[in-house]
C-alpha cells in the first residue's frame, strides 16, 4: 500500500472511528482461544493478540471523565485503581432504590443503562508480506466489543466483554470479573477486603504491570507473532473460571490468593477424553504487591504467579506441569497535566513434561517486557517497550514451519515497540505501533527454515479505536 | 393479587430527596491571640456527590473565611472508603482544572495530589494566609475537582476572626 493510500485510510478510519486489533484483551476469537489451549506447550504471545480495553459504562455510572481513572486507558489512574479495588460500585449517577416494608435497602438500580461499545478498525502491514497473502490488511472492523458492568449492589460491581472476531464471525465471552468488597480496620488501618470472580488470572489486577492489562493495549491480530508464552501471559484467558481473595492494607499491602479451574468456552461440557489442556484440579494462583506514594512519584513492587498440572488429552492420566513465578513494577510521575509511566514484569515459568510433548523432560521460559510511556496530557502518548522472551530449545515443542516455526527449536525473541497515541477525544485513540524484532523465535536470519528473517515480520500497525 | 401492585409500589422506592448539609461549630477552632485558625476538612463526610465531598459540600457550597496574616491549618482526612482525595489551595477560576495546579500559597497543598490519600488517612496542610483574595480548597485527584469537590476560602483584610457560612454552589 502506497504512502498517500495508506494516508486516505487513515483518514477514512478517522471519520468512522475504529480501531485497533483487537480484543479488549486480545482473546476474542473461538479460533484464537482453540489455539490459546492447545499452547499450554508453548504458544500464543501477547504481543500478537493484545488489545485492552475499558469501559465508557463506568464512565456513565460515576460521572467522571475517562481521564480521572486512566492516564491512557487502559492505564488506571489512582481514582481508577480505587474504583476497581472497591468492586466498581463507585457511582453519581441517579439510580432506582428499593427497600421492604420493614424500610430494608433490597435493590439498587442504575438508571443508565450499564452499556457500552468499542468499535476498533486496523491496518497491518508487515515488512514482508506473508508467503502467498496479500500485504496491507485492513480490518473493518478489527475488533467490536460490548462492554456491561458497574455496580450490582452497594458491595458487588463487575466487568463483563462480549466480543465479535471479524474473522470468525463469532460472538463470545471476552474478559470478565465480577467482585465483591468490603471494608474494615485491621491493625488499626483501613483495609479493603474482596472477593473477585474472573476468567483470566490478572485480568483482576489493578496494576497495569501484569499481564492481563499490561501494554501493548491494542495490536495486531494478523502479524505473526513469536510463538512461546508462559501460562499465566494469556494462555489461560477464558479457558479457567477462578476465585480470589484480595485484600488492600494501609494502601501500602496488597495481598491476593486464590484458585482457578478448566472453564473453557465454546467446549463441550462435562469435559472428557476429547478434551486437550484441561487443568488436573485446581490452579493455585498468588499476588502480592507494595504500593508507595512519595511526592510526585507512585511505585508498587510485586509478584505473583501460579502452579498447573495439564492433561495434555483427555480428564486422567499424567499431567505436565507449568510453574510460573513473576516479579512486577508499575511506576509514576506527575510533571503537572503531563506524566510519566514505566510498567515492566519478568516472569520464569518451569516446565515439566512428564505426560510428554516436549523432546525435553524440563523446559524453562522467561518472559521480560517493559514500557515506558510519556503522556502529554490526555492528547498524546508517546511509548518505548522493550520486550523480549527466552528458553529451552526443544525440537517437539518449537519445530520448523514457514513464518511460524522455529528452525532451530529455540523460542527466543526480542524486540522493542514503539508507539505514537493521538486522542483528540478522550473515547477515540489514533495508534500508531510499529514492533521492530531482532530475532523472532530462536534466529535473526532464516529462523523457520524456509528463509524468513525476524526483520521481515516487522510490522505497522494503525489503529483507530472507538468507545462510546 | 390487588395487593400486590401495592406491596410492589411499597418495595420499590425512588429516592428524590437528600439531606441538607449543615455546619458543625467543632470544624473551625480560632485562636485570635496566636492568630491562628485549625479547621477540620474531611473528604467524603456523607455520601453526596458519590463522597467527592469536603464536609459534606461540594461546588463551593461553604466558605471559610479568615482574616489576612492568619495562620491556616487544614486538618485534612479522608473518610471516602471508595476514593483517594487530596487537597490543595488554588486561586478562584471558572475553569476547573482537572489535576494538580501551583498553589495560590507556599506550602497550601496535602502533597501526593495526584494519587490522594485512601480511607483513613490525612495530613496538615499549614500556610500564611498572606494576601487577600477568593480561593478554592480543591481536591486535586485528576477529575475530582472538575466533578465538584471544592470548597471556597476567602481570606478578607477586614474580618475580625475567621468563620464558616454555607453559600449557594456554583
Redesign the interface.
Known amino acids: 500500500m502506497s504512502s498517500g493510500t495508506m494516508l486516505i485510510w487513515v483518514g477514512f478510519a478517522l471519520v468512522v472511528g475504529t480501531a485497533p486489533s483487537a480484543r479488549a484483551d486480545g482473546h476474542g476469537s473461538a479460533a484464537r482461544r482453540a489455539d490459546r489451549a492447545a499452547a499450554l506447550r508453548a504458544y500464543e504471545s501477547r504481543y500478537a493478540n493484545s488489545a485492552k480495553s475499558l469501559t465508557p459504562t463506568y464512565a456513565r455510572q460515576?460521572?467522571?471523565?475517562c481521564?480521572?481513572?486512566h492516564t491512557h486507558f487502559p492505564e488506571l489512574?489512582?481514582?481508577g485503581r480505587?474504583?476497581k479495588l472497591?468492586g466498581y460500585?463507585?457511582?453519581?449517577s441517579e439510580?432506582?432504590?428499593?427497600?421492604?416494608?420493614e424500610g430494608q435497602q433490597?435493590?439498587l438500580l442504575n438508571l443508565v443503562a450499564p452499556v457500552s461499545l468499542m468499535v476498533q478498525t486496523s491496518y497491518t502491514s508487515t515488512r514482508k508480506a506473508l508467503p502467498g497473502t496479500q500485504n496491507g490488511v485492513v480490518l473493518l472492523p478489527d475488533q467490536l466489543s460490548i462492554f456491561t458492568g458497574g455496580e450490582i449492589t452497594p458491595h458487588v460491581g463487575g466487568f463483563l466483554q462480549i466480543t465479535f472476531d471479524p474473522q470468525t464471525g463469532q460472538l463470545g465471552v471476552d474478559n470478565t470479573d465480577f467482585r465483591f468488597a468490603t471494608?474494615a480496620?485491621i491493625l488499626s488501618?483501613?483495609t479493603t477486603l474482596g472477593v473477585s470472580l474472573n476468567n483470566n488470572p490478572t485480568v483482576q489486577d489493578i496494576w497495569n504491570s501484569t499481564p492481563a492489562w499490561g501494554f501493548p493495549y491494542g495490536s495486531s491480530t494478523v502479524a505473526p507473532a513469536p510463538a512461546a508464552a508462559t501460562l499465566v501471559d494469556g494462555t489461560l484467558a477464558q479457558q479457567v473460571a477462578g476465585l480470589t481473595g484480595y485484600a488492600m492494607w494501609?494502601?501500602r499491602v496488597y495481598g491476593e490468593a486464590g484458585l482457578y479451574r478448566s472453564a473453557p468456552i465454546g467446549a463441550k461440557r462435562p469435559l472428557d477424553s476429547t478434551a486437550v489442556n484441561v487443568i488436573s484440579g485446581t490452579v493455585p494462583y498468588w499476588r502480592l504487591a507494595f504500593p508507595n506514594?512519595w511526592?510526585?512519584n507512585?511505585l508498587s513492587v510485586g509478584t505473583y504467579g501460579m502452579a498447573a498440572r495439564v492433561y495434555p488429552t483427555g480428564v486422567a492420566g499424567p499431567t505436565n506441569r507449568f510453574t510460573d513465578v513473576a516479579v512486577d513494577l508499575a511506576y509514576?510521575h506527575?510533571f503537572?497535566?503531563n506524566?510519566f509511566t514505566l510498567d515492566g514484569t519478568w516472569i520464569h515459568e518451569k516446565q515439566s513434561w512428564t505426560a510428554g510433548g516436549a523432546a525435553n523432560p524440563t523446559n524453562t521460559l522467561r518472559t521480560f517486557r517493559l514500557d515506558a510511556m510519556y503522556h502529554i496530557g490526555?492528547r498524546y502518548a508517546f511509548t518505548v517497550a522493550p520486550f523480549s522472551t527466552t528458553g529451552t530449545r526443544d525440537s517437539v515443542l518449537y519445530t520448523p514451519g514457514a513464518v511460524t516455526g522455529s528452525r532451530t527449536g529455540s523460542p527466543d525473541n526480542n524486540g522493542v515497540i514503539a508507539e505514537v497515541d493521538v486522542m483528540p477525544w478522550q473515547n477515540l485513540r489514533l495508534q500508531f505501533q510499529y514492533v521492530a524484532y531482532n530475532k523472532f523465535n530462536g534466529s535473526s536470519t532464516n529462523y523457520d527454515g524456509f528463509g524468513r528473517r525476524a526483520s521481515d515480520n516487522n510490522t505497522l500497525y494503525i489503529l483507530t479505536w472507538l468507545l462510546y | 393479587m390487588r395487593r400486590l401492585p401495592g406491596?410492589i409500589g411499597?418495595?420499590?422506592?425512588?429516592?428524590v430527596g437528600v439531606a441538607e448539609a449543615q455546619i458543625n461549630p467543632i470544624w473551625l477552632r480560632a485562636d485570635t491571640a496566636a492568630k491562628s485558625v485549625d479547621f477540620k476538612l474531611v473528604a467524603g463526610l456523607r455520601d453526596l456527590?458519590?463522597?467527592?465531598n469536603f464536609n459534606g459540600f461540594t461546588r463551593g457550597g461553604l466558605l471559610l473565611t479568615v482574616p489576612q496574616g492568619w495562620t491556616v491549618v487544614l486538618q485534612f482526612k479522608n473518610q471516602d472508603?471508595?476514593?483517594?482525595h487530596s487537597v490543595e489551595v488554588i486561586a478562584d477560576t471558572s475553569r476547573l482544572p482537572?489535576?494538580?495546579?501551583p498553589p495560590a500559597f507556599d506550602r497550601a497543598t496535602t502533597?501526593?495530589?495526584?494519587?490522594?490519600f485512601?480511607?483513613?488517612?490525612g495530613t496538615d496542610v499549614r500556610f500564611l494566609a498572606g494576601k487577600v483574595g477568593s480561593f478554592l480548597i480543591f481536591c486535586a485527584?485528576?477529575?475530582?475537582g472538575?466533578?465538584g469537590m471544592w470548597i471556597r476560602l476567602s481570606i478578607s483584610a477586614t474580618a475580625a476572626k475567621p468563620t464558616l457560612t454555607t453559600m449557594p454552589e456554583r
Open positions: 460515576t460521572g467522571l471523565a481521564s480521572a481513572c489512574t489512582a481514582t480505587a474504583f472497591n460500585v463507585f457511582r453519581r439510580s432506582l432504590e428499593g427497600k421492604t416494608p433490597s435493590l471494608h480496620d488501618k483501613h494501609n494502601d506514594t511526592g510526585q507512585y509514576m506527575s503537572g497535566s506524566s490526555t | 406491596l411499597s418495595a420499590l422506592l425512588l429516592v456527590n458519590g463522597g467527592m472508603q471508595n476514593l483517594p482537572v489535576g494538580p495546579v502533597g501526593k495530589l495526584e494519587q490522594g485512601s480511607a483513613g488517612q485527584v485528576p477529575g475530582h472538575g466533578a
